[in-house]
């Protein structure tokens, strides 16, 4: 049963990039079709979709983020990691990673992150 956590810093200060990592236990992120994917959600609002990384590694992202995000993998760690560059407060959300194929997600728990200084 393959299982996903997210890990990173829970506080970014303005203008620096945050990087968020999400390790995979029970599948190996470099088989398969799957679309390994970032979410994120602020506080009492709606999902956003970030973007993804395919198992064969290439990319898709969010236009609104495209500019600022960036999805890697780590197949040695077997982990995939967002990096969000020039964050703003309004990227204070709680983050999500996700492995999706088709309609089907299965999630991590999430992780909190506060843009601050």
């Known amino acids: 049963q393959v299982q996903l956590q997210e890990s990173g810093p829970g506080l970014v200060k303005p203008s620096q990039t945050l990087s968020l990592t999400c390790t995979v236990s029970?599948?190996?992120?470099?088989?398969?079709?799957?679309?390994w994917t970032w979410f994120r959600q602020p506080l009492g609002k709606g999902l956003e979709w970030i973007g993804y990384?395919?198992?064969?590694?290439?990319?898709y992202y969010n236009p609104t983020l495209k500019s600022r995000a960036s999805i890697s993998r780590d197949t040695s760690e077997n982990a995939f990691i967002l990096q969000l560059s020039a964050v703003t407060p309004e990227d204070t959300a709680m983050y999500y990673c996700?492995?999706?194929?088709?309609?089907?997600?299965?999630w991590g728990q999430g992780t909190q992150v506060a843009v601050s200084s």
């Open positions: 996700a492995r999706g194929y088709y309609a089907n997600y299965v």
């Open positions: 990384i395919r198992s064969a590694g290439n990319t």
């Open positions: 029970g599948g190996s992120i470099a088989k398969n079709y799957y679309f």
